[in-house]
């Protein structure tokens, strides 16, 4: 058998989805979603803590670094692009210049 929107199966019967706040009933009908800008803990919705040079993701439920900053645990931490490198096309990274290889946090030039 199936159940109804709003509510999903438990043992021989159907019972209703029990929605918290900040959240919204999903598309299947049978469980349901964090409202934008918070994500599931268990069974609520938390804010999604967004740190300093940080911005919400495009999902709403996450968050990534501004250009020139990468995530650093719970932060966002700026880096350093060094001599004989570019920044990276995602703004998150660098990459070294043609005719030089990343070697640690440097570009060494290429042998060869």
């Known amino acids: 058998f199936d159940c ?7 043992g021989g019967s159907c019972v ?9 009933l999903a598309a299947s009908g049978r469980d349901w979603e ?12 938390v ?7 940080g911005y919400l993701a495009s ?10 900053y990468r995530r650093s645990g719970r932060t966002c931490e700026l880096f350093t ?13 660098w990459s070294c210049n043609p005719g030089y290889r990343r070697l640690g946090e440097s570009c060494a030039r290429a042998e060869g």
Do not use: I, K, M, T
Not at 16 to 24: C, D, I, L, S, Y
Not at 81 to 93: C, I, K, M, R, T
């Open 81 to 93: 692009v060094p001599a004989n490198a570019h920044l990276g096309y995602s703004g998150n990274d």
């Open 16 to 24: 209703p989805v029990e929605v918290p706040g900040q959240a919204h």
């Open 59 to 68: 999902s709403g439920r996450d968050w990534e670094c501004e250009r020139s």
């Open 47 to 53: 804010a999604v803590e967004v740190p300093e040079h």
């Open 4 to 10: 109804n929107r709003g509510f999903r199966r438990s």
């Open 34 to 45: 964090c409202n934008r800008e918070f994500r599931r803990s268990g069974d609520s919705c």
